[in-house]
């Protein structure tokens, strides 16, 4: 009942329509979040993704174990989040995503960010690990980018008695992709209610 039960796939639907994302993927991590998200976008070997210095070691190891390199961009000395304005300096051909960091749950500038991922064709995946309910020009982060992830671990400021994650999107391939990985192809009562699902 703890694992995968009932309670669980309630947690899911409630955390999505606060979230305001379609769906919503537990996982037993932030990490695990983070690591089965990029795998969903399709990130592998070769691939770099930026993302901040600044942050738990999570995010930069959950790219490692995608295969991929992570590639550091500097922050806002005001903000302490990834600033924009740099990660332009860090884009390549090899560069597949953004990951920003909503630290210490200040929202980053989404705005700038998307603008930048659309420009250069790459996914963004919200590292909202810190930042349960905060909003961004009235969104809440983790919806914004093509992922968001968040961490229960009971030091967040949101808890799920013990260590939990979960990755929102509104994307159903997305949705699809995180729950396969995270079920290692076990079919759930969750994805069975994900429209359209073969």
């Known amino acids: 009942h703890f694992v995968l039960g009932e309670d669980v796939y309630k947690f899911e639907e409630e955390f999505a329509e606060y979230i ?37 070691i999570a995010t930069a190891n959950a790219i490692l174990h995608a295969g991929a390199t992570p590639v550091f961009s500097d922050i806002n000395i005001r903000t302490y989040n990834i600033d924009p304005a740099k990660i332009c300096q ?61 961490s229960f671990y009971p030091s967040k400021n949101m808890t799920v008695c013990g260590d939990g994650g979960m990755v929102v999107t509104n994307n159903e391939e997305i949705a699809r992709l995180v729950i396969k990985l995270r079920d290692c192809g076990r079919k759930t009562k969750y994805e069975h209610d994900i429209v359209g699902y073969t």
């Open 20 to 56: 305001g994302a379609k769906y919503a993927i537990s996982t037993n991590s932030g990490t695990a979040a983070l690591h089965l998200s990029l795998l969903a976008l399709g990130i592998k070997n070769q691939d770099q993704v930026i993302t901040t210095p600044f942050s738990f």
């Open 90 to 150: 860090n884009i390549t051909k090899r560069t597949k995503a953004i990951i920003p960091v909503h630290l210490f749950g200040y929202p980053c500038n989404m705005q700038q960010i998307m603008d930048i991922a659309q420009d250069n064709k790459v996914k963004v995946l919200e590292d909202a690990c810190q930042a349960h309910g905060a909003e961004y020009n009235g969104l809440k982060v983790g919806t914004i980018g093509d992922v968001g992830c968040f």
